[in-house]
């Protein structure tokens, strides 16, 4: 068999670096895509339970005293409202990034097809001149017959040239077309993903300043109260005052009796002094007395 010609073998080597990086494109594109696209359905799970946390933080808020309620029932809205930057997140992704990649599937078969026409073509040249070479060996001295092979070949050859300037035209828009690609699905990630992460920092911010002004003294004071109903304080002061009341008077019968039994212990001393005086009147009444008898006798 006749060897390749220089020509016929660089091309050879051009389509087979076509291929590959058709083949390239078709894995990491497919690879990226999917992992986008998982990428996506984590992030409509996360939107789903973050929901389900809305809903149970209102379902507790509506338990609770109405400062606190009011501050987890404000945190429980502005939650809510990251979840609907998720999902327009969620949304944008699966038609800026996920979409676009899936149509490099439809890209990738487009250009198969062109380099399956332009093997086609090559194999006819190669067959063609296979089959010069051989009517050359077979039949050396017949021009017409070595002639009409030739026309084939170079037929064939013009072919072949042709759908290579094809392929190499529509190769190159395709790895232009790809690294525009390439920037233009990155880009539209990173800027879907900045503008709900800023958006959701806004929005994380207020929830933090509702849930911190909640004024923990406050509602302190209202559980206190619950546990203390006003009805059972105003008893319970009634009960103080009664109490009061009630030491103050038994205090102030102390403070009387005292000062009655002071009395009494004056009026006992003072009866004694009297009856004291009144013994030693006596006395003194017997013993002049006595003096008068005396002096009679004499």
């Known amino acids: 068999m006749m060897s390749r010609t220089p020509d016929a073998r660089a091309r050879d080597s051009q389509t087979r670096q076509i291929q590959e990086n058709v083949t390239n494109v078709e894995k990491h594109f497919g690879e990226m895509c999917q992992l986008f696209a998982a990428y996506v359905r984590k992030t409509a799970r996360l939107r789903d339970k973050a929901d389900l946390l809305v809903k149970e933080i209102n379902l507790y808020a509506d338990t609770e005293t109405p400062n606190l309620k009011m501050g987890m029932k404000q945190f429980a809205d502005q939650l809510a409202k990251i979840q609907d930057y998720r999902q327009a997140e969620v949304e944008r992704l699966e038609a800026k990034v996920i979409e676009p990649l899936k149509c490099y599937g439809a890209v990738v078969k487009r250009k198969r097809e062109d380099l399956k026409t332009t093997q086609s073509a090559r194999d ?28 084939e070949l170079q037929r064939a050859t013009m072919d072949a040239t042709r759908t290579t300037k094809q392929l190499e035209e529509t190769i190159d828009e395709f790895e232009k077309q790809k690294i525009h690609d390439i920037k233009k699905i990155f880009g539209e990630f990173v800027t879907v993903e900045m503008s709900f992460h800023a958006k959701a920092l806004e929005v994380y911010t207020t929830a933090f300043q509702s849930i911190q002004s909640v004024d923990e003294e406050e509602n302190l004071e209202v559980f206190r109260t619950l546990l203390h109903p006003p009805d059972f304080q105003s008893r319970l002061e009634i ?3 009664n109490s009061k009341t009630s030491l103050d008077r038994t205090g102030s019968s102390l403070s009387t009796s005292g000062t009655l039994q002071q009395q009494r212990n004056s009026s006992r001393q003072r009866r004694r002094e009297e009856e004291e ?6 006395e003194e009444e017997e013993d002049d007395e006595d003096e008068d008898v005396t002096d009679d006798e004499n």
């Open 124 to 151: 006819k040249e190669a067959k063609q001149m296979a089959q010069l070479e051989r009517t050359r060996q077979r039949n050396p001295s017949d021009r017409q017959i070595i002639s009409r092979a030739e026309t």
């Open 239 to 241: 009960v103080r005052a």
């Open 277 to 282: 005086e009144n013994e030693d009147e006596s």
